[in-house]
Nanobody, 116 residues
Framework: QVQLVESGGGLVQAGGSLRLSCAAS????????MGWYRQAPGKPRDLVAT????????EYADSVKGRFTISRDNAKNTLNLQMTFLKPEDTAVYYC?????????WGKGTLVTVSS
């Protein structure tokens, strides 16, 4: 089992920045990849960015490339998402994800609201 707790969401003006963090606990040694997803009202949950544990390889949704950066602090068992040049369309609940042997674990999410 892996437990995930997100933090760092809030209200920011367009063009601003926010940093999200996800604290992982439990069987973190078994995690193969972690990522951030987001869900806007009335829309499905979409991938934002992922990072592979073994290689550190990252992938981003086209909509956030060049603006968001995902990183992992293994010593602290945290996953971060640095978000810059935020746009109103980035408004969503952001969820932390951990993938462990064919099973997904999710946090409860943190709300990011970008005002125009």
């Amino acid at each position: 089992q892996v437990q995930l707790v997100e933090s760092g969401g809030g209200l920011v003006q367009a063009g601003g920045s926010l940093r999200l963090s996800c604290a992982a606990s439990g069987s973190t040694f078994s995690i193969t990849s972690m990522g951030w997803y987001r869900q806007a009202p009335g829309k499905p949950r979409d991938l934002v960015a992922t990072i592979t544990e073994s290689t550190g390889n990252t992938e981003y949704a086209d909509s956030v490339k060049g603006r968001f950066t995902i990183s992992r602090d293994n010593a602290k068992n945290t996953l971060n998402l640095q978000m810059t040049f935020l746009k109103p369309e980035d408004t969503a609940v952001y969820y932390c994800n951990a993938y462990v042997k064919y099973r997904d674990f999710w946090g409860k999410g943190t709300l990011v609201t970008v005002s125009s």
